[in-house]
């Protein structure tokens, strides 16, 4: 089963650009790679998802390497609020498989 | 945007008893939901993977026949801890995905903190 890998934490400055990493090598061709964040006690939250192009929102960046097994949540400018532990999730029919996620810190 | 209703946000129970926690998808129907654990300061942990009008797929090691899934209607999925017991407080969430939408986000609930006395 595809599983993804994460960094447990990772520490950020903000105003500054933050790169979280996901590895999925066992990737298959139907998954899509979603990322969600979670804040205390609360559920996760969507953040951005993609299949194999590079996809941009008002809250991210979503950089997907040519092979698919690697993918990158870029958050352009770290802020307070985005403190908060990131999931990058592989969702295909009925199938959902994730990691650990990273605990993002970021630093005033 | 679409919205995941979970009910209660927390319950407290006496050990032994019963506990049946709602997820609704209130403005779509959602096929398949999901159910989760999460212990205090761990990761999520996914429990079960249920379909409408279909028994629940569950995760190795999750006891279907202490954590009943019922998935009765595109936009009402129960989970039901059974005779509770102290181990089981945690923090449970579900989430769902639009019908035939898998390429769109999972919308998840806020969580219902469950703790056994």
């Known amino acids: 089963d595809a599983k993804t890998t994460q960094p447990n934490s990772m520490e950020s400055n903000e105003e500054e650009p933050v790169h979280l990493p996901c590895n999925h090598s066992?990737?298959?061709?139907?998954?899509?790679i979603h990322w969600y964040r979670q804040l205390p006690s609360q559920g996760p939250e969507y953040v951005i998802h993609?299949?194999?192009s590079n996809v941009n929102n008002r809250m991210a960046s979503l950089a997907i390497a040519e092979d698919r097994k690697s993918s990158t949540l870029i958050l352009h400018r770290a802020t307070l609020r985005d403190a908060a532990v990131y999931y990058c999730i592989l969702l295909s029919i009925n199938m959902l498989t994730f990691g650990g996620g990273t605990r993002l810190m970021v630093k005033p | 945007g679409a919205v995941v209703s979970q009910h209660p946000s927390w319950v407290i129970c006496k050990s032994g008893t019963s506990v049946k926690i709602e997820c609704r998808s209130l403005?779509?129907?959602?096929?398949?939901m999901f159910w989760y654990r999460q212990f205090p300061k761990q990761s999520l942990m996914l429990m079960a993977t249920?379909?409408?009008?279909?028994?629940?797929?569950?995760e190795q090691g999750v006891e279907k026949d202490k954590f009943l899934i019922n998935h009765a209607s595109l936009t009402l999925s129960t989970l039901t801890v059974t005779s509770a017991h102290p181990e089981d407080s945690s923090f449970y969430i579900c989430?769902?995905?639009?019908?035939?939408?898998?390429?769109?986000?999972?919308?998840f609930g806020n969580g219902t903190r469950l703790t056994v006395t």
């Open positions: 989430s769902a995905i639009r019908a035939g939408s898998y390429n769109s986000p999972l919308h």
């Open positions: 066992t990737i298959s061709g139907t998954d899509y």
């Open positions: 249920s379909n409408e009008g279909s028994k629940a797929t569950y």
């Open positions: 403005d779509f129907q959602a096929t398949t």
């Open positions: 993609g299949l194999t």
